[in-house]
């Protein structure tokens, strides 16, 4: 539907704090695993430090200012309804409190359905030694056209 995808649209760097990790935690309702929020505890878990929860890459890209990528890429209003759909981890490696993260986002796939327009993105994260360490996609479903009617890349 639109010609060079993937399109890298955003690169950032993330520092994994432990307080992102320990107030993730809380509002996940992961407050009773107590080696999210005490590196003696996840030491005792034979954890070089504090892990990130499960769906933590999400605090990276939402800090990062993925929720305006479309808005942005797509010179969308600010008005414009973005429906979070789905979105999904793979993790290569672990990742724990202290880490340097670096994201590349791709907006990888562009359907065109009637006056609908669903996104997908990928978000690829390295540890600050390179080793692939996270990825993230996720899908973005619009009702609004202005995106079909913005974006060069359509045919």
Same mark, same amino acid.
């Given at each position: ?7 890298? &649209?955003? /690169? @950032? $760097?993330?520092?994994?704090k432990?307080?992102? %990790?320990?107030?993730?935690?809380i ?10 929020f ?12 504090i ?11 939402l800090?990062?200012g993925?929720?305006?990528?479309? &808005?942005? /890429? @797509? $010179?969308?209003?600010?008005n414009?309804?973005? %429906?979070?759909?789905g979105?999904?981890?793979v ?5 724990y ?16 359905k ?21 990825e993230?996609?996720?899908?973005i ?12 890349g359509?045919?």
């Amino acid at each position: 539907m639109i010609d060079n995808l993937p399109k890298k &649209i955003k /690169v @950032f $760097n993330f520092e994994v704090k432990r307080s992102k %990790i320990a107030e993730f935690a809380i509002a996940t309702h992961s407050h009773e695993i107590k080696y999210f929020f005490n590196k003696d505890v996840a030491n005792n878990f034979q954890l070089q430090d504090i892990p990130i929860p499960l769906t933590f890459g999400t605090v990276a890209e939402l800090y990062n200012g993925i929720g305006n990528i479309l &808005i942005d /890429v @797509f $010179n969308l209003s600010r008005n414009t309804a973005l %429906i979070h759909v789905g979105h999904s981890f793979v993790y290569h490696k672990p990742v724990y409190a202290n880490d340097i993260l670096k994201g590349v986002t791709h907006l990888t796939d562009i359907t065109l359905k009637k006056k609908r327009t669903i996104f997908k993105m990928k978000t690829t994260f390295w540890n600050q030694y390179n080793i692939l360490v996270l990825e993230s996609r996720w899908v973005i479903l619009t009702n609004n056209t202005t995106a079909q009617k913005n974006n060069i890349g359509f045919k």
